[in-house]
Antibody
Framework: EVQLLESGGGLVQPGGSLRLSCAAS????????MTWVRQAPGKGLEWVST????????YYADSVKGRFTISRDNSKNTLYLQMNSLRAEDTALYYC?????????????WGQGTLVTVSS | DIVMTQSPDSLAVSLGERATINCKSS????????????LAWYQQKPGQPPKLLIS???TRESGVPDRFSGSGSGTDFTLTISSLQAEDVAVYYC?????????FGQGTNLEIK
């Protein structure tokens, strides 16, 4: 059974940093692209970032480019999202998700999410 | 970026009746090389993460009831629930994965009438 367990969310002041983690199990982690999608309270889904299976290529939404960094450790089956210079508009539930294959495939599994709140 | 627009924003349907949700992309998501539409539908129930229902516009995922079906090609797509059940109350999203950034529709809130 595929499981994705996010952690690292919390309350942070504007301008602060957080590092999200996602522990994956139940599939061959190193064979799939992984992604982060966020959902602001009461709002829709917004793609944040994607990383290829090897970690060799990364992609970011314009809204987070230059502030967020996605990475993965295939030896630990873990996905990360380093979030710097956080803004109020980054407040959201952050989902770790597995792509069906490589880039340009649908998301077939989602974690439960970790809540990030940016507020003074 | 490809803009995905769903209609309606909200929909109330009686139990056992048909529900239809539309999704329109600002450009075609049909790859001519493999004749596949890079379009997915997700269901999100309150307090839960989204769940993949349909990929490639019309391929139902394993375990998804056959009352759910997807259709369309190019820029216009439809999710149909043939006979609405109480457990189908949710927000439904379409998503294109034809190009980066992948983009979602704004969501359609489906309720029981």
């Amino acid at each position: 059974e595929v499981q994705l367990l996010e952690s690292g969310g919390g309350l942070v002041q504007p301008g602060g940093s957080l590092r999200l983690s996602c522990a994956a199990s139940g599939f061959t982690f190193s064979s799939y692209a992984m992604t982060w999608v966020r959902q602001a309270p009461g709002k829709g889904l917004e793609w944040v970032s994607t990383i290829t299976d090897s970690g060799g290529s990364t992609y970011y939404a314009d809204s987070v480019k230059g502030r967020f960094t996605i990475s993965r450790d295939n030896s630990k089956n873990t996905l990360y999202l380093q979030m710097n210079s956080l803004r109020a508009e980054d407040t959201a539930l952050y989902y770790c998700a597995k792509l069906w294959g490589q880039l340009l495939t649908p998301i077939d599994y989602w974690g439960q999410g970790t809540l990030v709140t940016v507020s003074s | 970026d490809i803009v995905m627009t769903q209609s309606p924003d909200s929909l109330a349907v009686s139990l056992g009746e048909r529900a239809t949700i539309n999704c329109k992309s600002s450009q075609s998501v049909l790859y001519s090389s493999n004749n596949k539409n890079y379009l997915a539908w997700y269901q999100q129930k309150p307090g839960q993460p989204p769940k993949l229902l349909i990929s490639w516009a019309s391929t139902r995922e394993s375990g998804v009831p056959d009352r759910f079906s997807g259709s369309g090609s190019g820029t216009d797509f439809t999710l149909t629930i043939s006979s609405l059940q109480a457990e189908d109350v949710a927000v439904y999203y379409c998503q294109q994965y034809y190009s980066t950034p992948p983009t979602f529709g704004q969501g359609t809130n489906l309720e029981i009438k």
